[in-house]
């Protein structure tokens, strides 16, 4: 409810419609997205996410409720599916108050993230909650619940196909559970061993087939994508965060304060630095409490088998968050799914143990009804699930970097220009202007080539789209369709105008250009209060916005002030030079796209070009 109506498919979440829509056809997916690994190594190509689970999952709704609904509800629903099976796991395991609890921890899960966090169909999104429900069926299976390994199973795969960094605490899950299954079949139990084997050759056969076509890709592709991604992950010119970054994040998760219930956290904050006593004394407050608490409860293999988890995922963060290369991208909470699934079994050890504990410390108190417990969730739940209707916050909105209502406007003028629907042929879709991190262009381009129209794309945008969309040589293509990010000095494209909107309704262009001229009246000095909040920024951050600030100001004014983080900076903490009217600067802030973190286009327009047009506008001929 509170994306739907402003967000429309851009850039990834564009393209990851249109592979959806191609499941199943000639153009069938068999990997997920490219990385962005070719940033970070020697490797100049980017290796692909594992698998395309994603896009299968994706299908049925974009293709019967369209881009928007279809998109947001599929998404949301494989959050909610992994939801149920962490509480449905635990009621079958410990019965009506641990399935409370199930649904409770999972409830401060989805606050954590944010509803964006929920319908979010990036890739790097995807994973969080099936990760977690993963995590939980390899509990199940430390307990000795066989009959859960099918889902398990399915979990497992969907979160390891999603992205490169979920491999790491994937790879542990794996053999924790390796140890479970290991278990049953020594023991198994009034089950059997039969029937044990029974199940586990089921599961096999439900992994064999999800991962039937990233198999099938690596023995037919040069190179195959595992091939690549080993490859990848050998790369010693990758520069990353190590171990010492790691053991903070796995302290920051653990404590004092609960990582699940945290109101918008972000990577920034797990990765900021923390003394090495805070770090080791956090460690071991936690580790001693779980183990005198599996010490004296050691007959509860339930509660044994969550204190195993808690170990499990701190082995999983480690190793995660030591490889998490050493960039911007460390900001992203995107990169830290192990984090949710460690809180939330260190909470119900945690929660456990207290329950053991009440009756011992205080023997008239009385755990209470079962009825009670659900009930207890079931308020949790519900005001999690309101908490973005009544309360603003950013992670409860989907980014995105161009106003739905204006790729709404641009695509409607574009779809209803009578020199397009003239063409015959392929139409090549290029962009004029910083389009890395916007991706207009694969935005327009993939809702036209839903749409049935001959549609194709760059060579940036190899593969996330089927090669067969690829152009081999823009040069080649007699009908090129450029869109143009028009901002401070960008020169429109030559041929035949479609389309021109406004790239940022309501922005106060008046109050932009009054500060443009106050920041190009006198050099540029931080002051002391600028600069200590600069230092106070985490990580590399501070140096890249003070970089931005001092060469930029006064030449290239808009890339400094229509950035929301900017605004926010300079409005409380002023710039000694120049002189920035403070309520210009909150006109400006309060002009900017709703959710938006900067603008990037004041105009967007879409022109045709012939051949000869194209090459003699682009560099690339």
């Not at 250009?513 to 501070?542: I, K, N, S, Y």
Request: with cysteine; aromatic share 6%; charged share 15%.
């Amino acid at each position: 409810m509170v994306n739907h109506g402003r967000w429309e498919p851009q850039g990834d979440d564009a393209l990851i419609e249109l592979r959806a829509r191609e499941v199943g056809t000639t153009r069938n997916p068999l990997i997920g997205q490219p990385s962005t690994s070719g940033s970070y190594g020697e490797q100049a190509r980017n290796v692909a996410h594992p698998g395309p689970l994603g896009f299968v999952v994706l299908a049925p709704g974009t293709r019967l409720l369209g881009p928007v609904t279809g998109t947001l509800l599929s998404t949301a629903a494989v959050s909610a599916g992994a939801l149920l099976t962490v509480a449905f796991l635990l009621f079958r395991i410990g019965g009506a108050r641990a399935g409370a609890a199930g649904a409770l921890l999972g409830a401060l899960a989805a606050l954590s993230a944010g509803a964006a966090g929920l319908v979010d169909p990036l890739s790097s999104n995807f994973g969080r909650f099936a990760l977690l429900a993963a995590a939980v069926g390899v509990w199940a299976l430390l307990c000795g619940d066989v009959r859960a390994l099918p889902l398990t199973v399915g979990w497992w795969t969907f979160a390891a196909q999603q992205h490169l960094s979920v491999g790491p605490a994937a790879a542990v899950l794996a053999a924790a559970g390796a140890v479970g299954l290991g278990l049953a079949v020594w023991r198994p139990g009034e089950l059997g061993r039969r029937r044990v084997l029974t199940w586990i050759g089921v599961s096999a056969a439900v992994g064999l087939v999800l991962w039937g076509p990233v198999l099938y890709q690596q023995v037919t592709g040069d190179p195959g994508n595992l091939t690549a991604l080993r490859s990848y992950s050998r790369d010693d010119a990758r520069v990353d965060l190590g171990l010492r970054s790691a053991v903070t994040q796995v302290s920051r998760v653990l404590g004092p304060v609960p990582f699940l219930g945290r109101s918008q956290p972000t990577g920034w904050q797990l990765v900021s630095t923390r003394s090495t006593l805070v770090v080791l004394a956090v460690l071991a407050v936690v580790a001693a409490m779980l183990a005198v608490g599996a010490w004296w409860a050691r007959r509860d293999r339930r509660f044994l088998a969550a204190v195993a988890m808690v170990g499990v995922l701190v082995v999983a963060g480690l190793l995660t968050g030591a490889n998490i290369p050493d960039s911007p991208e460390q900001g992203r909470l995107n990169f830290f799914h192990w984090a949710f699934a460690l809180s939330f079994f260190e909470l119900l050890a945690l929660g456990w143990l207290g329950a053991k504990l009440a009756p011992v410390v205080l023997p008239k108190l009385t755990h209470g009804r079962a009825s009670t417990a659900a009930v207890i969730g079931g308020v949790v739940v519900l005001g999690v699930a309101f908490t973005p209707l009544v309360v603003d916050r950013s992670s409860d909105r989907l980014g995105q970097p161009l106003p739905a209502s204006v790729v709404h406007d641009l695509l409607g003028e574009v779809r209803s220009a009578p020199e397009l629907a003239a063409v015959e042929g392929p139409v090549l879709v290029a962009v004029n202007g910083d389009d890395r991190y916007i991706q207009v262009g694969d935005t327009v381009g993939t809702r036209l080539a839903i749409e049935g129209r001959q549609i194709l794309f760059p060579a940036s945008s190899d593969g996330f789209v089927h090669p067969s969309r690829i152009a081999d040589d823009p040069c080649t293509v007699d009908h090129v369709l450029v869109i143009s990010l028009l901002r401070g000095e960008r020169v429109e494209p030559p041929g035949t105008e479609l389309a021109r909107v406004d790239g940022a309704p309501g922005l106060d262009r008046a109050a932009l250009d009054r500060l443009t001229t106050q920041a190009q009246a006198a050099p540029v000095e931080f002051g002391d209060d600028l600069e200590a909040a600069l230092a106070a920024l985490p990580g590399d951050q501070g140096g890249f916005v003070g970089s931005t600030l001092a060469f930029r100001l006064r030449g290239r004014t808009d890339d400094v002030l229509l950035v929301r983080s900017n605004l926010d900076l300079l409005i409380d903490h002023p710039i000694a030079s120049p002189e920035l009217s403070h309520d210009d600067l909150v006109a400006l802030r309060g002009s900017l796209p709703d959710g938006a973190k900067s603008v990037v286009a004041e105009e967007v327009t879409a022109h045709l070009l012939d051949r000869a047009q194209y090459a003699a506008f682009t560099d690339a001929c």
